[in-house]
T-cell receptor, first 115, second 114 residues
Framework: AQSVAQPEDQVNVAEGNPLTVKCTYS??????LFWYVQYPNRGLQFLLK??????LVKGSYGFEAEFNKSQTSFHLKKPSALVSDSALYFCAVRDRGSTLGRLYFGRGTQLTVWP | DADVTQTPRNRITKTGKRIMLECSQT?????MYWYRQDPGLGLRLIYY???????NKGEISDGYSVSRQAQAKFSLSLESAIPNQTALYFCATSDPGPGSNEQFFGPGTRLTVL
């Protein structure tokens, strides 16, 4: 079974501070991992993905994520948060060996960056 | 122009009515998906289609049906809407080629069933 857990419903951080949004996953094989962001009244936008290789993945808007196979985690990070980063963030996983290609999403984490 | 479009963007309807939500894409992708989003539950897959002749149920297909009219069009129908189908509905597409195949989402349809 494939699943994604985002243990925090909300993350609050001050502008200029580093932020982390946590994600752990479960797949039967090796994973492809994704982060998406949803701004109010908008669809989901792709941020970054882990395919293979370097465990630190860099994405849009200064975000990065670190793949940790032993901890089955893929936490989203940013060194210095902006108020405009406030949004709903979703982690997703796909089993690399699956031909179905469907994604499994976490429940989302609401990030609030206060001035 | 947006790559993935959804119509309508908002819809209010009554219990028992039949509703169709439409999705069109210009990305040339074969794979299309319908999700619903509920607060605290994330995105749940309703149906997905890997080409015009291929339709598959997702995890919450009961009460829904779909039609893949063309590569670019994928419609979701609620045959007899009920209040617990009130949600935000998203269409998505992806490329079936080799690689990790991230999905691209439409802007969503907010459906309210009274």
């Amino acid at each position: 079974a494939q699943s994604v857990a985002q243990p925090e419903d909300q993350v609050n951080v001050a502008e200029g501070n580093p932020l982390t949004v946590k994600c752990t996953y479960s797949v039967s094989g090796n994973p492809y991992l994704f982060w998406y962001v949803q701004y109010p009244n908008r669809g989901l936008q792709f941020l970054l993905k882990y395919i293979t290789g370097d465990n630190l993945v860099k994405g849009s808007y200064g975000f990065e994520a670190e793949f940790n196979k032993s901890q089955t985690s893929f936490h989203l990070k940013k060194p210095s948060a902006l108020v405009s980063d406030s949004a709903l963030y979703f982690c997703a996983v796909r089993d690399r060996g699956s031909t179905l290609g469907r994604l499994y999403f976490g429940r989302g984490t609401q990030l609030t960056v206060w001035p | 122009d947006a790559d993935v479009t959804q119509t309508p963007r908002n819809r209010i309807t009554k219990t028992g009515k039949r509703i169709m939500l439409e999705c069109s894409q210009t990305k040339g992708h074969d794979r299309m998906y319908w999700y619903r989003q509920d607060p605290g539950l994330g995105l749940r897959l309703i149906y997905y289609s890997f080409d015009v002749k291929d339709i598959n149920k997702g995890e919450i297909s009961d009460g829904y049906s779909v039609s893949r009219q063309a590569q670019a069009k994928f419609s979701l129908s609620l045959e007899s809407a009920i209040p617990n189908q009130t949600a935000l509905y998203f269409c998505a597409t992806s490329d079936p080629g080799p690689g990790s195949n991230e999905q691209f989402f439409g802007p969503g349809t907010r459906l309210t069933v009274l």
